[in-house]
């Protein structure tokens, strides 16, 4: 069974820093590339960036330059370090295994996702 297990989030003031991790589960997590998504009130959930298998990253405009992810094969955990931050990245945050150009492989497990929140 997948899971997928995101901590880290928290109330920060704007350019303040979070880093947050997924622990995932019930699948081959080191020859999957992983993404990070993020929910907004009142918006769909939407990519925030992706990590390959072999460490290539790729970001979202609104992130590019203030945002890092990180694997940590071993431990099955891929990492969000988030610096910076701004009122508008306040959302809920997921993580999943990713297909690239496609989407989340796992679109039925979400998991719960952790809560950031930035104030002004």
């Known amino acids: 069974q997948v899971r997928l297990v995101e901590s880290g989030g928290g109330l920060v003031q704007a350019g303040g820093s979070l880093r947050l991790s997924c622990a995932a589960s019930?699948?081959?997590?080191?020859?999957?590339?992983m993404g990070w998504y993020r929910q907004a009130p009142g918006k769909q959930r939407e990519l925030v960036g992706v990590?390959?298998?072999?460490?290539?990253?790729n970001y979202a405009d609104s992130v590019k330059g203030r945002f890092t992810i990180s694997r940590d094969n071993a431990k099955n955990t891929v990492y969000l370090q988030m610096n910076s931050l701004e009122p508008e990245d306040t959302a809920v945050y997921y993580c999943?295994?990713?297909?690239?150009?496609?989407?989340?492989?796992?679109?039925?497990?979400w998991g719960q996702g952790t809560q950031v929140t930035v104030s002004s």
């Open positions: 990590i390959t298998r072999g460490g290539s990253t």
């Open positions: 999943n295994a990713h297909r690239i150009n496609i989407g989340p492989r796992y679109y039925d497990s």
């Open positions: 019930g699948f081959i997590f080191s020859i999957n590339a």
